[in-house]
């Protein structure tokens, strides 16, 4: 049996073994109170019957107009979890509120197109690729940096999908 609650401060102490994902990005721990204290209702962790943490979903709600919507920043199972559904609910949590509780018109993310799992699912969520960002994830070390898919999903106030439409040419990363 799987919990789904919002973040915790005490849960940055239990979550490292989730970031240990080439494809996870891991960031200070102020960034996640930040977004703890400003977006509570849109980061939630996924927790097993045992306490130990599975995954968990970090967003916000951005943009103006036509472009309020929900972002998800991160979205991360525990590889001991994967393929049980998780992502999938913990997704949903982030949609139903960006829809209902911000009234957006999308939710988007950002993913590397190398990611095929990520990417598969959320195909399969119904999320397409709005657009191409040359040079999204950048590289400290001698891996060279690369593009990343700024994939979007239409929600109820945007029933044409206009949001959705994909540019025809990628942009760059410092146009984002």
């Known amino acids: 049996m799987t919990t789904i609650r919002q973040f915790r401060a005490t849960d940055l102490f239990k979550f490292n073994s989730i970031n240990l994902d080439y494809f996870t990005e891991t960031y200070e721990n102020n960034f996640y109170l930040i977004y703890m204290a400003t977006w509570p209702e849109l980061f939630h962790v996924a927790k097993s019957l045992t306490g130990e943490l599975m995954?968990?979903?970090?967003?916000?709600v951005e943009g103006n107009g036509t472009n309020w919507?929900?972002?998800?920043?991160?979205?991360?199972?525990?590889?001991?979890?994967?393929r049980l559904g998780l992502g999938k609910a913990l997704m949903d949590f982030l949609?139903?509120?960006?829809?209902?509780?911000?009234?957006?018109y999308f939710v988007d993310l950002f993913v590397r197109p190398s990611n095929n799992v990520a990417?598969?699912?959320?195909?399969n969520l119904g999320y397409l690729v709005y657009r191409r960002i040359i040079d999204y994830?950048?590289?400290s070390d001698s891996n060279p940096s690369e593009d990343g898919f700024d994939m979007?999903?239409?929600?109820?106030r945007d029933p044409k999908k206009k949001s959705m439409i994909p540019l025809k040419h990628?942009?760059?990363?410092?146009?984002?």
């Open 55 to 60: 995954g968990y979903i970090m967003g916000k």
């Open 69 to 82: 919507h929900g972002h998800v920043t991160a979205l991360t199972v525990s590889p001991g979890y994967r």
């Open 95 to 104: 949609e139903v509120t960006s829809e209902k509780t911000h009234n957006c």
């Open 119 to 123: 990417v598969t699912m959320y195909k």
């Open 137 to 139: 994830y950048w590289s």
């Open 152 to 156: 979007r999903k239409s929600l109820a």
């Open 170 to 176: 990628p942009v760059h990363a410092r146009d984002v």
